[in-house]
């Protein structure tokens, strides 16, 4: 069974950093759409960014661009989201996904939101923005 493990979180104050990663060892990601989601208490879960499988394409939240930069290293099989100027309507617990080319290639800039055209999910590793 795929498993996708999340690092990188932890507590921080506003207008700080911190770089989550995301290692899938079991298959080749470079087939997948990769993207980061988030979910805060009593809210949904959303998407925060999305890249393509070869890295070329990523996507983003309006909320998070320009502050956040996802990336991915495919010989490494791992996704990375690098996040910056912190502030705490960012706190949420973080997941990565990842989905088949299949269900983004008609639209990724619409579909990269949808969860459930995911396949693979990883549990989580919170963040939370407090001074």
């Known amino acids: 069974q795929v498993q996708l493990v999340e690092s990188g979180g932890g507590s921080v104050q506003p207008g700080e950093s911190l770089r989550l990663s995301c290692v899938a060892p079991?298959?080749?990601?470079?087939?997948?759409?990769m993207s980061w989601f988030r979910q805060a208490p009593g809210k949904e879960r959303e998407g925060v960014a999305a890249?393509?499988?070869?890295?070329?394409?990523?996507y983003y939240d309006a909320s998070v661009k320009g502050r956040f930069a996802i990336s991915r290293d495919n010989a490494k099989n791992t996704l990375y989201l690098q996040m910056n100027s912190l502030k705490p309507d960012d706190t949420a617990m973080y997941f990565c996904?990842?989905?088949?080319?299949?269900?983004?290639?008609?639209?990724?800039?619409?579909?990269?939101?949808?969860?459930?055209?995911?396949?693979?999910w990883g549990q989580g590793t919170q963040v939370t923005v407090s001074s």
């Open positions: 996904a990842a989905g088949t080319v299949s269900e983004f290639w008609r639209a990724p800039d619409k579909l990269w939101r949808a969860p459930t055209r995911y396949t693979y």
């Open positions: 079991k298959f080749s990601d470079s087939l997948y759409y």
């Open positions: 890249v393509s499988p070869g890295g070329s394409l990523t």
